[in-house]
């Protein structure tokens, strides 16, 4: 078995590029994936204490992470087809509208 | 072939952990959004084998049932449904995309820094508690008992979310 902290920084990384996503890429669907990317990435530490400390709460709140996932998943896929059925398109900096 | 065996055994987190950061790129740098949902499964198969090595196997059944058979799905379904190809002309990034790696490339750096200095103590050489009976009972024990009212409060926080979709996506009616 590996040490924790390697697995605390690939985590960290694999956060980091969630984050790059949703920062740099236009297309809605596209940051919703990488939102998924930083879940997994807490996830992936939750079930490394888990095993670490020997403790079973981990994995339990490791579900409960993926619940919350697929909820905001359905409910941000619902609210991306609202959107273009109304703007035609998923290109977020035209969803500009409250802009003043 | 024992020495192949044994370098697996031991190297199969970092290659699976190399892997992942790998198809995670693939997720954020796809020009075209189909690549990134495939790579985004890929990224959830070998997240699920990430789990299987440090002994959850019911949290691995779990993300490959839920991530890989769900999420994967409704996304595929979101991609069917918007025209992206009438955006493949334009550009892929925002402006400040060299400012945005920076800044994360920063973060990353510090906390990998601080996780280093951390006193975590040594690895457990034996783990009891969470292999007891097959993680699934154990996994299965302590949410039913210990973590009940969480549990109910998912199910209502799921049972909200599916009303929220039907009302977000079905066509408004003129009363």
Do not use: W
Request: glycine fraction near 6%.
């Amino acid at each position: 078995m590996i040490p924790v902290t390697h697995m605390l920084v690939f985590s960290m990384i694999l956060f980091g590029i969630g984050v790059t996503g949703v920062l740099i890429r236009r297309n809605a669907l596209i940051m919703l994936m990488s939102l998924e990317l930083m879940m997994n990435a807490a996830n992936i530490n939750l079930i490394v204490f888990a095993r670490q400390l020997d403790s079973l709460a981990g994995q339990v709140f490791a579900i409960f992470v993926m619940c919350v996932a697929a909820s905001e998943v359905a409910i941000g896929l619902a609210i991306i087809a609202a959107l273009f059925k109304n703007k035609e398109t998923v290109q977020i900096d035209y969803l500009n509208d409250l802009k003043g | 072939m024992e020495a192949l065996v044994s370098f697996f055994s031991h190297y199969m987190l970092y290659i699976l952990m190399g892997l992942t950061l790998l198809t995670a790129v693939g997720v954020v740098y796809s020009k075209n959004a189909v690549h990134s949902v495939v790579a985004l499964l890929l990224t959830m198969i070998l997240v699920a084998g990430i789990y299987l090595m440090l002994d959850a196997e019911f949290i691995a059944a779990v993300q490959l049932l839920v991530y890989a058979g769900g999420i994967i799905v409704l996304f595929v379904f979101m991609l069917l449904l918007v025209a992206l190809h009438k955006d493949e002309a334009q550009r892929l990034f925002n402006t400040y995309t060299v400012v945005s790696l920076g800044l994360v490339a920063f973060l990353v750096i510090v906390l990998a820094v601080v996780f280093f200095g951390m006193p975590f103590g040594p690895e457990p050489a034996t783990v009891t508690n969470i292999v007891k009976g097959g993680s699934t009972e154990a996994v299965a024990g302590t949410l039913y008992s210990t973590y009940i009212l969480p549990f109910e409060i998912a199910s209502i926080l799921l049972l909200v979310v599916m009303v929220g979709a039907i009302v977000l996506t079905k066509e408004r009616v003129k009363s």
